[in-house]
């Protein structure tokens, strides 16, 4: 248990990392799309290397989770992580990966409204206090004005990793998690080359050094961190995490990807969102630790929670 907490301590801390790395180049002319692309493409290549040798030649697994795979790349991967660089541009690092954070909010609201079943009062204050937290994020009467677009771009990101949530809902272990988590890199980059080819998707990068912290690197330096640390450790540990935690638990603790991102964001792009935005991040944070809570206490007997990740791997930027 201990070494699980570690490992998936260090998952959040370089998933935190993205935000940071994809900033610095979004401020050197990178737009999202490329840098999305640039980030599946090659952390789909590095991860394949483990994941053949992980399907010990059952390629019949891939058939028989197809759909899982291309779903999970097209939204879990490529959608989700779109939308959450396309708020990074307009918003701070913290700011956007929050509104990300309200996926669980999401969740609870849709199931409340479709099965008319009302949640248990823990799920009730936890969404409470989690909208409260996005008000206060939003800072709607502060002297800087909050990017419009760019909250409903961190909003729209947020949809996909609650869509994912409930795609990945029923249990299957018949696919290895670094298989999924490959496959899914691999679809989401195709998805977004066709997207580029067929001009929906701009996709400009330059070669202009990057600033991070009190560094001036070049820009293959922020590229590296964002597949290297910020994808393929991130997705590798999580699913090790995933795997000597539980998944409910492993997705608990990566709660604190949140606090990390605030923390990168600050060391290395200056950014720190203001004291009531601080405060709003509290809440919402607060609010899923509640709901996620309330899941770790379903009785065993009663089904899959609808946040339970059965497949131990997440789309988190």
Not at 119 to 141: E, F, Q, Y
Not at 174 to 188: C, D, E, N, Q, Y
Request: hydrophobic letters at 60%.
């Amino acid at each position: 248990m201990a070494s699980g907490l570690g490992v998936a301590l260090f998952s959040s801390a370089v998933f935190g990392l993205s935000g940071s790395f994809a900033k610095a180049l979004l401020e050197t002319g990178w737009t999202p799309g490329a840098a999305v692309t640039a980030r599946l493409t090659v952390a789909a290549i590095i991860l394949a290397v483990p994941a053949v040798p992980a399907l010990r030649g059952r390629w019949h697994q891939l058939r028989d989770n197809w759909l899982t795979v291309l779903l999970f790349g097209l939204i879990g991967v490529a959608a989700c992580q779109l939308f959450y660089f396309n708020a990074v541009a307009r918003l701070s690092v913290g700011v956007a990966l929050l509104l990300e954070y309200l996926a669980p909010v999401i969740i609870v609201l849709w199931l409340w409204a479709a099965s008319r079943k009302r949640p248990r009062p823990l799920t009730i204050a936890g969404t409470l206090l989690s909208l409260g937290g996005l008000v206060l994020v939003l800072d709607l009467t502060g002297a800087v004005k909050i990017d419009v677009v760019g909250v409903l771009w961190g909003i729209a990101a947020a949809v996909c990793l609650a869509i994912y949530f409930f795609i990945t809902a029923k249990e299957n272990d018949t696919l290895p998690p670094i298989v999924l988590a490959s496959g899914g890199l691999m679809v989401g980059a195709v998805t977004m080359w066709l997207a580029a080819a067929t001009g929906v998707l701009p996709m400009a990068f330059t070669t202009a050094d990057t600033r991070l912290g009190p560094w001036v690197t070049p820009w293959w330096v922020a590229l590296g961190g964002l597949v290297v640390l910020a994808t393929v450790l991130a997705y590798v540990s999580g699913i090790v995490a995933a795997r000597a935690l539980g998944s409910k638990v492993a997705s608990f603790v990566s709660l604190t990807e949140v606090l990390f991102a605030v923390v990168w964001a600050w060391l290395l792009l200056g950014e720190l969102p203001g004291p009531v935005q601080l405060m709003g991040g509290l809440l919402i944070v607060g609010g899923v630790v509640l709901v996620r809570l309330d899941e770790l206490r379903t009785p065993s007997g009663a089904g899959p929670a609808p946040l339970d990740h059965a497949n131990d791997v997440e789309p988190v930027p």
